[in-house]
């Protein structure tokens, strides 16, 4: 009998040692948790702060944009005059000479100039592109990759602005070499295309850090692909710096490059009537040309 006490007071020894061990155990694990908790709270951002974080970066993005676009277009109505020039081997090889006529909303009307496209128009009516042959009654829809010369496309003449086609954002802030051989500090933006009818579906385009001077870009289609690059000369108008022309580089045939040179912008408003694919086709001498 005195056996089967011993065993007895045993067990429930062994039962308040299980329970206590059960007990702390348990008690470690919330301590564990709290803490663990508490310091996820101290460490990781909350979602607002992430949300506030990237509504900052495409505000101040967008600024940056619309900051880069005021040395490139002086006036929303403008006309510009574009020489376009492809060199082969840095030998000049064609030229070809466009007036653009540029109104708010996206509305841009190019009138072919070169003798061996006279009579030739494209209209740009937001994301919607028309080309209009001097021989043809009826428009024909293209799209901005139509290719002018070289490796100037319709869109590239078309419009002078990112601002109103994208979105972008700050990627980093790099040093890069600048057309003229400095060393310039910039930020690399990346801008995505915001409407349909945009030149290109991703842009990733470096600028002065100090002024926002947009210094060079790759162009890239929306298959991803990298169209080309570009350079932005810097020189004056009107006694203020801005974008005197633009390069590009051809991806494939490296001996080949395309200028385009903005030889005068100036402003100016064209009738809207002019902005009609139906009147373009009905009337081929617009008194512009």
Known sequence: MFNNQALLFNNQVL????????????????????????????????????TSSVDTNVMQASALIEQADQYRLDSE???????????????????????????????????????????????????????????????????????L??????????????????????????????????????????????????????IDLWIDDNNAFPIEADLYLRSGKMAKKAYFKQGTRSGQPRVTAMILQDQIQVNKKTVIEYQSIEPYSLPSKYYNPAFLSKNKQLGIE
């Open 15 to 50: 039962q308040t040692q299980k329970k206590s061990n059960q007990q702390s155990w348990a008690r470690r694990a919330s301590s564990t948790w709290l803490a663990a908790s508490i310091m996820a709270m101290v460490t990781l951002p909350s979602v607002a702060e992430t």
């Open 77 to 147: 109505s403008s006309k510009v005059v574009s020489e376009v020039k492809l060199y082969q081997d840095d030998e000049l090889d064609k030229t070809r000479l466009y007036d653009v006529y540029l109104k708010p909303n996206r509305e841009s009307l190019v009138v072919f100039k070169a003798k061996v496209e006279q009579g030739q128009k494209m209209l740009m009516l937001g994301d919607n592109y028309w080309l209009l042959m001097p021989k043809s009654r009826r428009p024909i829809r293209i799209t901005p990759m139509q290719k």
């Open 149 to 202: 010369l070289g490796e100037a496309s319709v869109g590239d003449i078309s419009t002078l602005t990112w601002s109103q086609d994208y979105q972008g954002e700050i990627l980093k802030t790099e040093e890069i070499t600048a057309l003229d051989g400095s060393l310039k500090k910039t930020k690399k933006l990346r801008l995505t295309a915001k409407t349909s009818g945009a030149s290109y579906q991703q």
